[in-house]
T-cell receptor, first 117, second 110 residues
């Protein structure tokens, strides 16, 4: 299956600072990437859909000015958590769809643990 | 009503047992069905993919889709402790939006 890489896997930042998480499709070009947040023992919560070369589509309730998403190339999307606060601490996961994959399925990155102190 | 319903468990079985995991859904337009396995503190890993109705087998795993009943299943034969994880079902109508179950936590006891 396709490979999606996410970096960093863990990051600790101070309250009020910004942190960037990268999501890369390693062996395919992803026109669409998805960003999720997951709280302990809960399912994935879709935050936004990122389309290469255009603005991300955010889900209701997700602050677009706080969670900046950039999808500048077909293999890279980034999520920047701006002015992070302890309540932003969570597990963030990206996924990508391989348009050449007739299976119409999505592949996930390894996830990034963000801790805001 | 949620698009996808999945019993969160937890489910605990002895090693070697057959495990049955299920999801129901409400949108008859769904035609792409996936099962993901997620270990603690890791991203989900694609296990099985099925298009439309029918069965698909891969080693110890069998995925079934019954579109008439809007019901999908994942069977794990000869379950192993390494199968202990959370299993997420996912589905899509067009491949542009994906809907996930809440996940079922499975523990296989040696």
């Amino acid at each position: 299956g396709a490979v999606v890489s996410q970096h960093p896997s863990r990051v600790i930042c101070k309250s009020g600072t910004s942190v960037k998480i990268e999501c890369r499709s390693l062996d395919f070009q992803a026109t669409t990437m998805f960003w999720y947040r997951q709280f302990p023992k809960q399912s994935l919560m879709l935050m936004a859909t990122s389309n290469e070369g255009s603005k991300a589509t955010y889900e209701q309730g997700v602050e677009k000015d706080k969670f900046l998403i950039n999808h500048a190339s077909l293999t890279l999307s980034t999520l920047t958590v701006t002015s992070a606060h302890p309540e932003d601490s969570s597990f963030y996961i990206c996924s990508a769809r391989d348009p050449a994959d007739s299976g119409n399925t999505i592949y996930f990155g390894e996830g990034s643990w963000l801790t805001v102190v | 009503q949620k698009e996808v319903e999945q019993d969160p468990g937890p489910l605990s079985v002895p090693e070697g047992a057959i495990v049955s995991l299920n999801c129901t859904y409400s949108n008859s337009a769904f035609q792409y069905f996936m099962w993901y396995r997620q270990y603690s503190r890791k991203g989900p890993e694609l296990l099985m993919y099925t298009y439309s109705s029918g069965n698909k087998e891969d080693g110890r795993f069998t995925a079934q889709v019954d579109k008439s009943s809007k019901y999908i299943s994942l069977f794990i034969r000869d379950s192993q402790p390494s199968d202990s994880a959370t299993y997420l079902c996912a589905m899509s109508a067009t491949g542009n939006q994906f809907y996930f179950g809440t996940g079922t936590s499975l523990t296989v006891i040696p």
